[in-house]
């Protein structure tokens, strides 16, 4: 059966590399702070000006002063660093930024992502998506596969207002991981219980199985 929330986050988890700086975006993404695999080090970098995030608080353990850039609650850590807002898209934008995870509501399958408007919806604003994308050397995607509609998020082109372009490098649904390339769409692995003629019928975009797919491991 499809992945829940929990599980895509933790597959992306297995992304990571030591040594890596990363930013988490609003969403899904936050959830991998929880999954860091053992023995791998990362620093966890947000937008409002921390470096050095630790996993989620539990409950009644919250400090409502550590925030993220979605403003929730988080727990910091001994060499963890804060600044101001300048410094932090000052680190983005020069590149420092390893990996970024982002949510999305469309990719494209030559890696454009649409993930803060839709139109005729109020919105504040992008916040540091769009800084995110156009600098980051790496990003992996943390989405549903289907809208609430059942229509494929995974697109030929976005039909929504564009964040960055050609910038997506990997997928994870709640039906499989996908790398994006010149030739669009890649299954690289499967959730299990998810076959993929199912997969096949959900991606509206052009998708190419791996030879040596297989069943992800949750």
Known sequence: MPLNKEQIAKRIAQEL????????????PTL???YIPQGVNVVLQ???GLLGMGPFPFAGEEDADLINA??????????SAFFDSAMSFG?????????TVLGAMEVSENG???????PNKMVKGMGGAMDLVAAAK?????????????????????????TGVNCVRKIVSDLGVFDVTADGFVCLEYAPGVTLDEIKAKTAGKLTI???????AV
């Open 70 to 79: 979605g403003k929730q609650t988080i727990t910091t850590l001994p060499d």
């Open 32 to 34: 991998v702070a929880n």
């Open 91 to 99: 680190m983005i934008r020069a590149g420092k930024v390893d990996l």
């Open 46 to 48: 947000s937008e409002n």
């Open 138 to 162: 790496n990003i992996i995607v943390a989405m549903q596969h289907t809208n609430p509609k059942g229509e494929s998020k995974l697109l030929p082109k976005c039909s929504l207002p564009l």
């Open 210 to 216: 791996a030879a040596d797919v297989k069943e992800m």
């Open 17 to 28: 590399q030591d040594g890596f700086y990363v930013n988490l975006g609003i969403g899904i």
């Open 112 to 118: 454009d992502i649409a993930n803060w408007k839709i």
